[in-house]
């Protein structure tokens, strides 16, 4: 099979799976596996695709099409301009957190250059990384409670040429008070009703949506992508410390 058949075949998979974007998600699989810039898809893309690389690569579409995220698939997520390593430990940088991010940057350049920040909870470390990266007087500080997290953070600090230092886990006692006040705060929803703007299909559940209440706290729930962009009345069933399961009471 060719790399263009190979690739016409996965974005029709995807299409079929109801994955928006098929024809770039398509590539960017091919693009992870493959390790070819699009000049060299151009170019060669009538030529026989490696066997090896076209198992993998259709291995990865199959997972795609039941909704893992794209980006623990090709194991990268661009912020800020920088490569992040991401993985199933780890929250995928969001595109919003970019905004948080760039004011950090421009307050502490302008007031408080050799500021001392303490990141927690860092997860891919992107937020304390980005920072370092672009105030270099900084003295950031990135901890996280769980170990296979501090692994990725500390390897993309050292992709993006930020000392290995700036992650560390000495606040493991801190991190887990400071995670038992956020479970105890917001499990004071549980067995309420409540309004949840529905934002997505569950990337793990393809029968579950996912939403977000006022409060900004993540609600998983029974539903269709039809519900996606509106408002529905939550039951909120369980708490799980910084999400809900509900169902709803409509």
Not at 66 to 80: A, H, I, K, V
Not at 114 to 124: K, W, Y
Not at 182 to 189: I, N, V, Y
Not at 207 to 231: K, Q, W, Y
């Amino acid at each position: 099979m060719t790399y263009r058949e190979a690739r016409m075949q996965a974005a029709k998979q995807l299409a079929a799976a109801g994955v928006e974007n098929e024809a770039a998600e398509s590539w960017f699989l091919m693009e992870a596996v493959c390790g070819i810039s699009r000049s060299f898809y151009l170019l060669h893309e009538q030529e026989a695709m490696d066997p090896v690389q076209e198992q993998v690569y259709f291995a990865l579409t199959r997972q795609r099409c039941g909704r893992m995220p794209l980006q623990y698939l090709t194991g990268e997520q661009e912020f800020m301009g920088l490569p992040f390593c991401v993985n199933e430990h780890v929250l995928i940088p969001r595109q919003d957190t970019e905004v948080l991010v760039e004011e950090a940057i421009r307050v502490i350049q302008k007031e408080m250059p050799e500021a001392a920040v303490l990141d927690l909870c860092t997860g891919s470390g992107c937020i304390g990384i980005s920072i370092q990266s672009f105030c270099s007087n900084t003295q950031v500080t990135a901890a996280d409670i769980s170990e296979d997290a501090l692994k990725v953070a500390q390897k993309n600090a050292k992709e993006n040429q930020v000392p290995e230092e700036v992650v560390k886990d000495r606040f493991d006692r801190l991190l887990a008070q400071v995670q038992e006040i956020a479970r105890e705060r917001s499990s004071r929803f549980e067995g309420t009703i409540q309004e949840v703007l529905v934002e997505s299909v569950n990337d793990q559940d393809a029968s579950l949506v996912t939403g977000r209440m006022g409060n900004n706290l993540l609600v998983h729930f029974p539903g269709d992508a039809s519900m996606i962009g509106t408002f529905k009345q939550i039951h909120l069933d369980v708490c799980k410390g910084f999400y809900y399961m509900g169902t709803p009471a409509e």
